[in-house]
């Protein structure tokens, strides 16, 4: 059985090691940072402006390790992942409408997953995007075999294998590009340079913590760590989270930086660079066909990696908002159909990525308000609740991130970007 199916009320609480066998998590749930979605959006924001947006990048990520920390520490307090905080709050109506949006937002964000992969397949290998993302669903489902069969913690090892993959893929090519560091340090001071940066801005950042990953870190954090009426053992677990969710964010925001920056020195004016199979043409032309083979490599890790721990966030949400259990693999080929039919029809593969972003962009306020809602309630944190400061900063948080996806949702509707 996995992990899904534990009961916190019976969960035991798991002895103590020391701090690094305490991390995973949050390895897990960064996948989202780097997922396929990001490619595109960072190496045509280097291309078209350089060093402009770097700190558009670093605010983004600093916002991330903020509400990915609150969500782990939703769970490890209560017990209880987001989703079923939620469902035991909701009449059964507003269960089933709760669920609808999340799940479309699960069913959003696996679909941008399975065309990423399926795009790095045919870079890679010449694949049909069909044939490609029936591969990418069928190694997803070995992914989550594993974690269905041997539990968490392998498949945090899985995972985290293929994060070391995508840093590679993603990373590479800064070994053999011109990179200014004067440029770079310049780009970390916040400024705009017309219209058209202001909208890349409010993309990269609107588009920073994906919901799935919300709903999904609160479990992940539970059914890793157990559950303990002891204070002293839950700081410590809170102590070490903090640091699971720093060193993997700044793993994955390390990785968005760099993206932008082998653009910036590499890739200046080049276009095409907006879609992933362009990004890839000007990567090759421009540094070599081994780096294009190495970047290819990094957007299938991403793809695999993105698309599993999606799956593997849609089952959450069912179980905590309808408890209903379906086994992962029996969820991981169902859910991918859509993805298939996409594919088969000739459907534009960035085209449905560019949707599948704003189904995200709609899904933002439905988890990320109830999380900073109920982490700011002593009746569900007790002693545990934020603080004025946190709570503070995480209300600023939530209203920038939500004001920029509402932007970006309008923008998508009106065809102005």
Same mark, same amino acid.
């Given at each position: ?8 009320? /019976? ?40 060093? $402009?947006?770097?700190?558009? &990048? ?6 991330? *390790? ?9 769970? &490890? ?23 609808? /949006? ?8 696996? =679909? ?14 010449? =694949?049909?995007? =069909? $044939? ?19 539990? /968490?913690?392998?498949?945090?090892? *899985? ?20 990179? %200014? ?18 909208? =890349?801005?409010? %993309? ?99 793809? $695999? ?34 993805? &298939? ?8 593969? @960035? ?8 189904? &995200? ?13 109920? @982490? ?8 545990? *609740? ?16 939500? %004001? ?14």
């Amino acid at each position: 059985m996995t992990s899904l199916m534990h009961d916190p009320a /019976q969960m035991t609480v798991k002895p103590e090691r020391r701090l690094i066998w305490l991390l995973g998590p949050a390895f897990v749930a960064a996948i989202a940072y780097v997922d396929p979605g990001n490619v595109a959006a960072n190496l045509s924001a280097g291309a078209e402006y350089g060093y $402009l947006l770097v700190w558009v &990048l670093v605010v983004a990520n600093a916002m991330a *390790v903020i509400v990915q920390y609150l969500s782990a520490k939703l769970g &490890l307090v209560t017990g209880k992942s987001l989703p079923e905080l939620l469902g035991q709050r909701m009449p059964r109506v507003g269960r089933l409408l709760y669920w609808a /949006q999340a799940e479309l937002v699960a069913a959003a964000t696996d =679909l941008a997953e399975v065309i990423g992969g399926a795009i790095a397949l045919q870079i890679l290998f010449d =694949l049909p995007l =069909l $044939l490609g993302g029936v591969i990418v669903g069928v190694i997803s489902m070995v992914i989550l075999s594993v974690q269905n069969r041997n539990g /968490q913690r392998p498949f945090e090892f *899985v995972v985290m294998a293929l994060l070391a993959i995508i840093t590679v893929g993603f990373m590479a090519g800064l070994v053999v590009s011109p990179v %200014s560091w004067s440029e770079t340090s310049a780009g970390l001071l916040p400024r705009f340079e017309g219209s058209r940066t202001v909208l =890349l801005a409010a %993309s990269m950042l609107g588009a920073t913590v994906m919901p799935h990953a919300i709903y999904l870190h609160s479990a992940l954090a539970r059914d890793r760590h157990g559950t303990s009426n002891d204070p002293g053992r839950v700081r410590r677990l809170l102590r070490a989270t903090r640091w699971d969710v720093a060193f993997a964010l700044v793993i994955a925001g390390s990785v968005n930086i760099a993206m932008l920056l082998l653009a910036a020195a590499s890739l200046p004016g080049v276009a095409g660079t907006d879609t992933i199979e362009g990004a890839h043409r000007a990567i090759e032309a421009s540094l070599g066909p081994v780096i294009g083979v190495i970047f290819g490599i990094g957007l299938l890790a991403s793809g $695999l990696a993105s698309t599993s721990v999606g799956c593997y966030a849609g089952a959450t949400i069912m179980k905590g908002l309808l408890h209903v259990r379906i086994p992962l693999l029996v969820r991981r080929a169902i859910t991918l159909i859509p993805a &298939l039919i996409i594919l088969a029809v000739g459907f534009d593969p @960035t085209l449905a990525l560019v949707l599948s972003q704003v189904f &995200l962009s709609i899904g933002i306020p439905f988890a990320l308000v109830p999380l900073i809602w109920l @982490t700011s309630r002593r009746a569900v944190m007790g002693t545990f *609740v934020n603080g004025l400061p946190m709570r503070i900063l995480a209300f600023a948080v939530t209203a920038a991130i939500v %004001s920029l996806n509402v932007l970006l949702v309008y923008l998508s509707v009106t065809g102005q970007g």
